[in-house]
C-alpha cells in the first residue's frame, strides 16, 4: 500500500515538535537517561514513557480530527540509539492516507513521513480537513458532512458504490480515495474543502 500525505512541512509556528500531548517528564525516566549518557544504554523507561505519550496522543488526534487508525507498529529510529518510534497509518476525513511517526526527543510529538521525501512537522492543518460532498441533479441539491451519510443516504436511492478513486496522479488530495457511485459522474472538485458527483444528465447539461 502506498502512503501519501498533502503536504510535508518542514518548519513553522502551529507546533515546535509536532501535534501530541506534552507532559513533563518524570524524574526516573530523566536519571535514566543521565544514567544512559554514562554508557549505560538507551534507557527502557524512556523509551516506554514515549510509547505510552505515543498511544495517548493517538487516541486524542484520532478522536478530535475524526482519523481512522488503519494499522500501527513499533519500529527503531534508524540510528541504532535503541530509541523505538511509534508509527501509525491514518485516514483522514478526506479519505487521504497519512503515515505518522513520533518523534521520541524531548517531550515527543507527532510527524509525517512520506516515502521517498523524508518527514516533516506534523500540523492541526494536515489533519484538520473539513469535507463537503455535494450531490446535483437528485431534485433538490444535496450536501454532507461525511462519507457514511453520503453512502447511506445515497443507497437508498437506488445509487451504490461502484469502486474508489486513484489515490495518485494530478488531483487534489481532497479527491484520492474517494467512493464512486455505479449512477454518478465523480468524484470531482467543488471548491476548497468540497467534493461533487452529478448524474449523468446534471453532467451533460452542465457540459454543453
Avoid at 500500500?1 to 517528564?25: D, F, N, Q, Y
Avoid at 469535507?131 to 461525511?146: A, E, I, Q, T
Avoid at 445515497?154 to 484520492?176: M, T, Y
Amino acid at each position: 500500500m502506498e502512503v501519501r500525505v498533502a503536504r510535508l512541512v518542514t518548519g513553522g509556528s502551529e507546533s515546535e515538535m509536532g501535534i501530541g500531548i506534552k507532559r513533563e517528564m518524570p524524574k526516573d525516566v530523566a536519571a535514566s537517561i543521565r544514567a544512559s549518557d554514562l554508557g549505560f544504554g538507551i534507557a527502557e523507561k524512556y523509551n516506554e514513557w514515549h510509547k505510552e505519550l505515543a498511544k495517548e496522543s493517538l487516541k486524542e488526534i484520532e478522536s478530535k480530527y475524526g482519523l481512522d487508525v488503519r494499522c500501527k507498529w513499533v519500529a527503531g529510529s534508524g540510528w541504532f540509539d535503541g530509541v523505538s518510534l511509534l508509527h501509525a497509518v491514518v485516514r483522514r476525513a478526506d479519505g487521504v492516507l497519512l503515515e505518522l511517526v513520533w518523534y521520541a526527543q524531548g517531550n515527543g510529538g507527532y510527524w509525517m513521513r512520506d516515502t521517498g521525501h523524508g518527514q516533516g512537522l506534523l500540523f492541526e492543518s494536515d489533519v484538520a480537513v473539513p469535507v463537503v460532498f455535494n450531490v446535483y441533479g437528485l431534485g433538490d441539491n444535496k450536501s454532507y458532512r461525511s462519507e457514511t451519510d453520503l453512502v447511506e443516504s445515497l443507497s437508498k436511492c437506488g445509487i451504490n458504490v461502484s469502486g474508489r478513486s486513484e489515490s495518485h496522479g494530478p488531483a487534489h488530495s481532497r479527491l484520492w480515495d474517494k467512493p464512486m457511485f455505479d449512477k454518478l459522474c465523480g468524484p470531482m472538485s467543488d471548491g476548497e474543502g468540497a467534493v461533487r458527483y452529478e448524474t449523468y444528465e446534471t453532467y451533460e447539461a452542465l457540459s454543453r
